[in-house]
DNA sequence: CCCGCATCTGACAACGTTGTCCAGGCTCTA
DNA sequence: TAGAGCCTGGACAACGTTGTCAGATGCGGG
């Protein structure tokens, strides 16, 4: 008999199988190492109480047979899954990556792991996610919402499930929320552009029905307002998101009857694209983005941005969660993450007037 | 009494309650609702067979105790968890987003949710987190493996766990695999650099242990040896994977005594040092890149690169997984995508002799 | 030689759900 | 009005594991 099966063989084993392929059990493993069941229980477990003579028997059995603990049966009987769940917007975008990888890392350290699902920025689709996530009763929750009404939760908060908001804050909810200041990051970016001389400056972002969207451009007013500048109409651009249209939305405020000599953007997806209309352009336009983008140091001119922390938000929210494991940590907070602004050129360009 | 409970509330109920908290099961549901418990089962699972009137209070009551069913116990019973596990290098390497991302699309939409982990390029660890999800008993595995020995898996493929490995191929046992033309696309990257005129092509690449940068030396090794051009020792550097240490590997072929006048890079990270350390010679340097990074065509000169398109890599793994699960997919076959040659300048450089 | 104690092992129930099967009540027809 | 058949609802076992508790075994001391 050949030590590699084929797939037809295995398929075979799946369709006479009654559930789990035809998985064995510790029952299986007793039965084959001549111990009880419960004997099988504390060598799977590391419990004392076992002579290693019987221990051996049983590991030897486990290997024959290639047992493998069901953990649904374990939490089922136990009631802690270790496995924490995290919702996010898209696990593709570059922001989300090191945020979720340092979610993981925080879980792996306390032993748990992460189950993850994109919103896609759709509230429904959010708590469906949060729901099935629910379902199989995770310890804990890490969303970054989509929605702004989260109480649907409320069940789960009163049952127990350790939960953090991420980025944004939950809606009609009270719980933790760790965030970046958003609306300082984007005063102090704008401010730079004014403080280099500028007064025709333009904002382009996100639907302000999403919390991060709204922080930044307020910090755009306050920044122009501080400033003394009125704001016309036409410098403002929100909700574009999609490519094509930030690129008309950039397009039409650096040719109006005011044009701006400088644009901030309210994400890192909005960036680049500003940045390959900015290089299609004759004159000079100063730019700062919100979110630092990889290789920005290196175009011409570098990319001056207010960087968050991406891991940071991760850990710091991991860690609370985990914190509301133990039962350190009793009352929600609102944590708020400095941003920092990195000059690379494209902020520091005059005004081409 | 308020509507939004206190964390302290929160905790207090968590350390009186038994279990997950004090969730209320169906048997809490069936008690308030004056019905059996089975009743219960039928409209949470939407099985025909409750009136309307029943249904409405059953309904009633489920919203009213926040019930929410375990799937514990559900796959316990039932045997299929609709979820899928997908063990990858780094979940916050530009290159594996857009990969997980596909995965988890594909997973929706055969109605499964996503667990991920990294495995940091660690053997152990990737096996570690693979017996995790087995033991989740996940009913199908996508692997970006770490390691070149599959063995430990054969238990799971026995017990009929789709598998499906991704990027590199799986070590000594038979299973499928969905990976891009790395030999193809560095041979082609290659002689595009030849093709204009280079004969000294340096290759700075990862551990050759890991297959997808064995192949891409095999591909660079063909095409000097198809251009009749021998390659010398100084030109080739392995394993390198820290900035500062492909910063130093580039500087040494850079400087030799016979200098190389162009760089094939084994993939994203390494190109983006690459670049900086180019950007900083006087002479220009030709340079191609293996897998496409973001604004690279904004750089001056643009990027040339050999792209492999992550996301149809996930999405064509993932759809696999499911087709085995379908029992639609028999034999163990080996998918390879074509790489695309992007040219935007770098790689067209002349030599500067 | 027997008792007590410590050590190791196993029988059994329980976790929350779903599948099976049967009971009871209803409607419809003869 | 009685009987057949259908429709709704519920009792019960089972899924694989772990916690409890009691039994078995062996050893040493009285």
Chains 1, 2 share one sequence.
């Not at 019987?54 to 649904?72: H, K, P």
Request: aromatic share 4%; net charge negative.
């Amino acid at each position: 008999m050949p030590e590699t099966h084929s797939r037809a063989d295995r398929f075979a084993a799946r369709l006479s199988a009654n559930r789990y392929g035809n998985r064995p059990t510790m029952k299986d493993v007793a039965a084959r190492a001549g111990v009880g069941l419960k004997t099988v229980s504390r060598v799977v477990n590391g419990e004392p109480g076992v002579t290693p003579e019987t221990e051996r028997r049983v590991q030897e059995a486990i290997d024959a047979l290639g047992f493998r603990r069901n953990d649904s049966a374990r939490v089922l009987r136990k009631g802690r899954t270790a496995s924490i769940g995290l919702v996010l917007e898209d696990l593709a975008d570059p922001f989300y990556g090191p945020l979720s990888r340092s979610v993981e890392e925080v879980a792996r350290a306390n032993g748990a792991l992460l189950i993850n699902g994109s919103s896609a920025e759709d509230p429904e689709r959010e708590q469906e996610l949060v729901l099935a996530l629910c379902a199989r009763r995770v310890d804990g929750l890490v969303v970054i919402p989509a929605g702004d009404d989260h109480r649907y939760l409320e069940p789960e908060l009163k049952a127990g499930v350790a939960t953090v908001f991420v980025d944004r804050p939950a809606g009609q909810i009270d719980a933790d929320v760790v965030l970046s200041d958003n609306f300082g990051g984007a005063r102090d970016g704008v401010a730079h552009l004014i403080a280099h001389g500028h007064r025709r400056v333009g904002f382009i972002g996100d639907m302000p029905r999403i919390h991060t969207a709204a922080e930044r451009l307020r910090g755009y007013r306050a920044a122009m307002e501080d400033a003394g500048i009125p704001v016309e109409a036409a410098w403002t651009s929100l909700g574009v998101t999609d490519p094509e249209r930030v690129r008309r939305a950039a397009e039409e405020m650096l040719s109006g009857p005011s044009p701006v000599t400088a644009i901030f953007t309210g994400n890192n997806r909005v960036t680049v694209t500003v940045i390959r209309v900015l290089a299609e352009q004759t004159r000079p336009v100063a730019l700062v983005g919100f979110d630092d983008i990889e290789l920005a140091d290196l175009l011409q001119p570098g990319v001056t941005v207010v960087a968050q922390d991406a891991a940071t938000l991760g850990r710091t929210a991991a860690e609370r969660l985990f914190r509301q494991l133990d039962g350190t940590l009793l009352t929600p907070e609102r944590i708020e993450l400095p941003t920092r602004l990195i000059t690379r050129g494209s902020g520091e360009l005059p005004p081409a007037d």
